[in-house]
């Protein structure tokens, strides 16, 4: 129960992203970041005003039944868009690896593609909500505990996992699982962060100030996740006549599958090896 008033507040900020409206008044006095060319908040305004409704109203139901789904979607979003662009390739049959890697690496791979530190940050604060399986952070664990983790948080990760290679999960935000708040920062603060790309946000010095200030102030999170969010679903996003609508969505379209795809772009290859 306690974590249906957060998943309707993580629906308006995934809402904002996907249906790209309403977002100048979710953001703030900051104001919303730029779109890209030929996107705009206003599209469905006219021609189909109940889209953010519609598409509120059947993920809230969803998220009620599951709420490994409010999750689940969100990974699947920027899966998406560090794959070859925010274009729905991620829904096309392919494997990937899970690997993470330091702070200043996944800095300087996020400039190319537009995000800032700001922008980390914010978004790896999406880890307040999912689970992870044992092999995303047992080496964390074995053959001896991360110096830079708690140790009373490795030992309890230790019952989930007790050796390497134990196929269990646990949830990414010790404090509030299931809720979308601020909670991640805070676990960092501890050295309770799950993943070693997660507890770098708060031992490299460029980003520290950045958790301490989401860890006492949710509402400043909430702004820049909105923001960063916005910015990540626009990441080599296609517009006007680019692309195709897919008919499956797991199959490109029989007619252009032949050699109309998108060239395999240089972020796919930097982020398999970094980051997903
Ligand atoms: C910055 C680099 C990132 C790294 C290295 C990373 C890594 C991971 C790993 C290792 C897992 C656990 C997978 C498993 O063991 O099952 C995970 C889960 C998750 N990640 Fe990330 N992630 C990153 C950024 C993001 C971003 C930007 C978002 C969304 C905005 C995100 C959303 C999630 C969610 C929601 C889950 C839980 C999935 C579920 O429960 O189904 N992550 N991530
Ligand atoms: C999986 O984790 C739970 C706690 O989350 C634990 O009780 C259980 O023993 C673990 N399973 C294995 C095979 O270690």
Known sequence: MASFPSAARLLLLVAAALVLSSVSA?????????????????????????AEAIVFAFLKDAIRKDVGLAAALLRIHFHDCFVQGCDGSVLLDRTNGVDSEKVPVLLSFL????????????LSGAHTLGIAHCGSFEERLFPKDDPTMDKFFAGHLKLTCP??????????????????????????????????????????????????????????????????????????????NQGQIRTDCSVPNAARSAGDELPWSVVETAVETLVL
């Open 163 to 240: 050796r390497l290679k134990v196929d269990n999960f646990t949830a990414n935000d010790i404090r509030t699982p299931d809720v979308f708040d601020n909670k991640f920062y805070v676990d960092l603060l501890n050295r309770q962060g799950l993943f070693t790309s997660d507890q770098d946000l708060h031992t490299d010095a460029k980003t520290k100030p950045m958790v301490t200030r989401f860890a006492v102030d949710q509402a400043a999170f909430f702004d820049q996740f909105v923001k960063s969010m916005v910015k990540m679903g626009q990441i080599n996003v296609l517009t006007g």
């Open 111 to 122: 400039a190319k593609i537009g995000l800032n530190a700001d922008d980390l940050v914010a």
């Open 26 to 50: 979710a953001a703030g006095a900051g104001g919303s970041p730029p779109l890209a060319k030929g996107l705009s908040f206003e599209f469905y305004r006219a021609r189909c005003p109940q």
